[in-house]
């Protein structure tokens, strides 16, 4: 039988925003199916994003939802779990949203290791906004903001979560998209703050100026330029040049933020 999505999303807030070809809506199907797999109540699930095409994605989900300001996500969704540890958080946004503006809050919730997940959208552009470059535009690529080309370095997200203190770290891609739902429920299943990049692709401000002919094109440079970790481990560097490696990247166990706070609430209560 074929999976019913339609239980997981808000009656009447279809049809969505999304370009034919936008990668965001296949990562919604992967969510959908991790919550669906873990069987979480959506009724204590929230799901928080910030602004962009990207943040867009928790409208649509029929479970207790925040669309909060751009850059966001992570302290809005904080306070959420603060409050209500009980809850299961998930946080949703793009590139832009996450490691621009948002960029302060996103390592700071990694060094906290907040029990959350953060699935961040990389299409590696401001795609709501018509195109601009963002900290993931590729070295050289073209964006609005970026005619001759993007004379930055770009982030590596998944490096910087585990920089900043991420204890779950994954990457995947659009074009897999049976596995997006397996990166997504084990990282919910972390106790701590998980971190899961999935690169997908925007078609309308990035495809078109970096010259691809088309989405199948853009989902097929998705799968030619990425490797799954074991597959790396028999490779030279040579043959990893240009590649971008996927699946659970980092993980360790770590004291939980909020399992810690009530502890000093209890401290500061026998005094
Ligand atoms: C304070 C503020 N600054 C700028 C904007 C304009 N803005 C809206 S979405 C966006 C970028 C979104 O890019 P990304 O997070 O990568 O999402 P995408 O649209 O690519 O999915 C920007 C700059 C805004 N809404 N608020
Ligand atoms: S502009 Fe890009 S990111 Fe936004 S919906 Fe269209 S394809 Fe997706
Ligand atoms: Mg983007």
């Known amino acids: 039988m074929a999976f019913d999505y339609d239980k997981y999303i808000r009656p009447g807030k279809l ?4 370009c034919p070809g936008c990668g965001h809506g296949i990562v919604m199907k992967g969510l959908i199916r991790a919550i669906d797999s873990l ?25 207790c939802t925040l669309h909060t300001a751009h850059g966001r996500a992570a302290a809005f969704a904080t306070g959420v779990k603060m409050a209500k540890p009980e809850m299961n958080v998930i ?13 302060n809050h996103f390592i700071h919730a990694c060094r906290r290791n907040i029990d959350m997940t953060y699935i961040i959208l990389n299409n590696k552009i401001y795609g709501m906004t018509g195109g601009q470059f963002s900290p993931a535009t590729p070295t050289g690529a073209k964006a609005s903001t970026t005619p001759y080309g993007n004379p930055d370095p ?3 997200i998944a490096k910087l979560a585990i920089g900043a ?17 397996k990166l997504i429920a084990e990282a919910i299943q972390h106790k701590g703050f998980s971190v899961v990049e999935i690169l997908d692709d925007c078609p309308t401000t990035y495809g078109r100026r ?35 490696l996927t699946g659970v990247l980092y993980k360790e166990e770590k004291p939980e933020y909020t399992t810690e706070y009530a502890k000093v609430i209890e401290r500061a209560q026998a005094k």
């Open 15 to 18: 049809p969505h925003i999304w």
């Open 210 to 244: 970096n010259k691809f002919k088309s989405v199948i094109e853009m989902m097929n440079h998705l799968k030619e330029t990425s490797v799954p970790v074991k597959a790396a481990e028999k490779m030279t560097a040579e043959q990893l040049q240009g590649k971008v």
């Open 165 to 181: 203190g991420a204890t779950f770290v994954a990457r995947g891609t659009a074009y897999h998209a049976t596995q997006i739902d």
């Open 39 to 63: 069987q979480l109540d959506t009724k204590n699930t929230a799901i928080v994003s910030g602004i962009g095409c990207a943040s867009r994605l928790p409208g649509y989900m029929d479970c």
């Open 154 to 156: 770009p982030f590596d």
């Open 91 to 103: 946080l949703v946004g793009g590139d832009g949203d996450g490691t621009a503006i948002g960029g």
